[in-house]
């Protein structure tokens, strides 16, 4: 017998394909026996296991059959509707091409640029001005780690099965307690549903309300998580421009029918604006004489530096019209994954049901550890020390921006969150890339906020995540950042 | 100043809705200065914490003012567009009203009864043959534990960042290795992706590959799972019957153009036919020659007895047909939540740019202590060991029905899995819930297989689960089973 190996795949597979070629080609005769696994083994330089597996699969198929210890051998019939044909690619039929993908798919095609993908997996240079992470030195991940072993060590019955679709009763509890005493949410923890992460609840939301071709208002900017998932199910995008106060709500569309509104009412991302009362009851009245709902992410919100905490949108809402979201990717850490909606009464329901559908939870063990670290008080002891670092972060790139750019450089949404925009009205907005590229040179990544626009300024403009570096970094990066835009403004 | 808090919510917005409704009435008059802080709290029994912070969302939205030491007072100017029209529910316009959902929702409610949503949750009786769930009790549980706080305790930036959407790469290399070992999958860790469970996987697959109206091969009966997926996008279900061998592949359509068919093969769910090697490469010439892709629900076949292993479908698939999808749910425990699929190469980019967009990705954590878990070889070792106590189980539970019931019940499906179908001609499907309370009221938790039919049959036909429970429960259950099925069938 003389088998010879296409190359293609596991060697298990390869031997396989190769054995049932010669039974169904008929170069095995049918009662013939199989070599030893052994001797197949040392002929062919496999293991004797890769061999095992492939007589195996071919013996539960039918091709082949063991007669106690006398050895394998070649069916004395074979199922009658196996045919060489069956197998020979050269007697196919043509294949159907090209497989087409969805509406859904063919959309996200065009939104999504492949290099966001892993975005977050690629390096930065020595001084990362990148956005959207925390600080991971300030992090108490002794106390995490000693809260998750814990929980690890003595999983129930209950724990180890599927959690419920909301999220497990413990956490839920927790997020509502927190909720109510940092962010004035007012709500039972009936309707706390635990996502993995706030993109999650996006899609959810954006799925669970919108149907292809209907308006949605958004902030202009806006936060692309928004866009994409709203981009992706078909939904007509209304921009609503935004000032220094957040969403301009006179512009908010009064004659089509917008079944919702996604906004980032305690700091407007990506130009940091506090919406002031007026506007939110504006806000909220307008929703509710359209039966619109409205999506209020409130990602980075416990970051809060010259003013008042500003308490949640949701608070204000006495008709059930705002969905809240939040996430522990900005709170704590992005791999936890975990984030949390609430949701107006009606919706609960409904909204669990789609999470069994699309995905039956969060896993457990992250959920009671994090409802133990709520509960432990850790997280707010956690936050207060947090904001005392970030706001001298904050002053050290104040400080910097106004000594190397003076009025050359508007600074906007300053008095929160871990990053603030920064407007280079000298740098045109298609010389951005080469100045990422000169900062980058420098050993400086900086990101541009022109995607965030439908429709992008014609100058640049820069988000400065500054959570996740010090002082002394932040004065040096800025310094860098000012030389390139020198070299880049003089050429 | 007389506060009259409401009851709605939490005390802290109670407090803040009042105080506001004096500021906006002008029954606290402009300049106003507040009563301290302490007084507040002692006239109205509320902790000082929860007036201050009230009484700072009033500072914030600009109602009220401090000035440094003097106190609180009203704002002398209130913003202009402050109206107290705006607060006054009786002066507002209607409400449009019932606030409408999308498409996909209205689905839903149709498709999940809404019992589905915390089965798990719901407690069976003393013996439970529910299915879906592993045996606890066997679970190397000390062994995962100091892994997951192993892994808890050095947690590196990158491991605390957001995780690459596709899967963690330790997590990814070693799933592909194991599924080659194991079910014979040929994939490089570039094609698994790394999902919360197979349910979303599966609604990932539809999403991406299902518009609505398009027709959809599925296994009649078959898993819930994927009908309510398919059912929830709209998609028209075209069910293909099956039999002892599983799905019917003589009976797949052909004219029609479906996009995907979704499908059991090494272990038909509910029924237990595997499919033959003929049936198998006559579905894959079917989706080939239709542009179709197969979704492979490998969900418990790791679990054989009497019969030899069968590899996965996607071994046999040379034209980037098959996606194929596997869950911890079974092999260790559901509140895991980690599921895999490995995508044919094309699909690769696309369905990670869905994640990015629908869920940004399992935690880290999981991922790292489970990859530790296969690669150690702890995996492997504990399904060796879990076979054979499920062998056990098994046994007792064929021996029993055929103790009990002999030729009154067929047993469908026993060769592998966890669980196995029992179908009761002698009983008409309409007794069934009048028999399952029976079978409660002796203790005995018994779920039917009637609704994962599109066309049900006329009898009731049982789904015994039998993974969690030792040889004397088996038996004792059905002893009981069979009284009630006595009790019921004489009346």
Chains 1, 2 share one sequence.
Not at 132 to 161: C, F, I, K, Q
Not at 284 to 303: H, K, N, P, T, V
Not at 458 to 487: C, K, M, N, Q, W
């Amino acid at each position: 017998m003389w088998l010879r190996l296409d190359g293609e795949g596991t060697l298990h597979r390869q031997l396989y394909r190769a054995l049932r070629a010669e039974v169904l080609s008929g170069r095995l005769d049918p009662g013939e026996r199989l070599p030893s696994s052994r001797i197949l083994a040392e002929e062919l330089r496999l293991s004797r296991n890769t061999v095992l597996q492939a007589v195996d699969q071919l013996i539960a198929e039918g091709c082949l059959e063991t007669r106690g210890r006398s050895g394998t051998f070649v069916m004395e019939s074979l199922p009658a509707d196996l045919r060489p044909a069956d197998l020979a690619s050269s007697n196919r039929s043509p294949a159907r091409s090209p497989r087409e993908l969805s509406r859904f798919a063919t959309r996200l095609e065009e939104i999504v640029p492949s290099a966001r993908v892993a975005w977050f997996q690629q390096p930065g240079a020595e001084i990362d001005f990148r956005y959207g992470e925390p600080a991971y030195e300030d992090l108490p991940l002794t106390t995490w780690s000693r809260l998750v072993a814990r929980r690890a060590g003595r999983l129930s019955r209950r724990a180890l099965s599927y959690p419920h679709v909301g999220g497990v009763a413990e956490l839920r509890e927790a997020i509502a307690s927190y909720l109510g005493r940092a962010r004035g949410v007012s709500c039972s923890p009936e309707q706390v549903l635990v996502t993995a992460g706030s993109q999650q609840a996006i899609d959810l939301a954006v799925r669970m309300l919108v149907d292809p071709g209907r308006p949605v208002v958004l902030e202009e900017p806006h936060y692309f998580g928004f866009a994409w998932s709203l981009a992706a199910i078909g939904a007509r995008l209304v921009p609503v421009p935004v000032d220094e106060q957040g969403l301009c709500t006179s512009q908010l569309p009064r004659v089509r029918v917008a079944r919702l509104a996604c906004v980032t009412p305690s700091h407007q991302f990506p130009r940091g604006g506090v919406l002031p009362l007026s506007r939110r009851l504006e806000l909220l009245e307008w929703a509710r004489q359209r039966g619109a709902y409205i999506l209020e992410d409130d990602y980075d919100s416990e970051f809060r530096f010259d003013v008042n905490p500003v308490a949640a949108l949701q608070m204000l809402d006495e008709d059930g019209l705002v969905i809240y979201l939040g996430t522990t990717s900005k709170l704590l850490f992005p791999s936890l994954r975990i984030g949390w909606m609430v949701l107006p009464e009606p919706l609960v329901e409904p909204f669990q049901k789609a999470r069994a559908v699309t995905d039956a939870g969060v896993p457990a063990l992250e959920q009671l550890a994090l409802a133990d670290f709520i509960e432990g008080g850790f997280l707010e002891r956690y936050l207060r020390r947090s904001r005392r670092r970030h706001a001298e972060r904050r002053e050290a790139l104040l400080d910097a921006l106004q000594h190397e750019f003076g009025p050359r450089a508007r600074v906007h949404g300053e008095a929160s969150g871990l990053h603030l925009l920064l407007a280079l009205e000298e740098l045109p907005a298609d010389a951005a890339r080469a100045f990422r590229n000169t900062c980058r040179s420098r050993g400086v990544s900086v990101y541009t906020a022109n995607p965030l626009y439908l429709d992008p300024p014609a100058h640049t403009e820069l988000l400065i995540g500054y959570g996740g570096l010090d002082p002394a970094a932040i004065r040096e990066g800025v310094r860098r950042i000012r030389a390139a835009f020198e070299s880049q403004t003089c050429s």
